[in-house]
């Protein structure tokens, strides 16, 4: 028995300009055109950690995220998703 540990890791996140709608990257803290304080907005891409280091990487682009295993999940409302694995061919 051991412990079990699964998380992921935002890689990629972003600041946004509530104000102007702008996109920063995660270094920057004020909007460059307005001044106002930028706030954070939620990762895209996510590095999923396992108990021998980083098992996947993983995308979410709206409702639809893809992970480096060639998994696809999609979801539905809050708390239920479907996945779909794509089969390699060997």
């Known amino acids: 028995m051991g412990i ?3 998380r992921r890791i935002p890689i990629e996140q972003e600041k946004r ?3 102007c709608n702008i996109t920063y990257p995660s270094s920057f803290n004020f ?3 307005c001044g106002q304080k ?3 907005t939620q990762g895209r891409v996510y590095a999923n950690m396992g108990k021998n280091g980083v ?3 993983s995308v979410k682009s ?3 995220t893809v992970n480096s295993k060639g998994r696809i999940t999609l979801q539905i409302a809050p708390g239920i998703s479907y996945t779909s694995a794509i089969k390699k061919k060997k």
Do not use: D, E, P
């Open 4 to 6: 079990n540990i699964n």
């Open 17 to 19: 300009c509530s104000k």
């Open 31 to 33: 909007c460059t055109t």
């Open 38 to 40: 930028l706030k954070s």
């Open 55 to 57: 098992s996947s990487i």
């Open 62 to 64: 709206g409702k639809v």
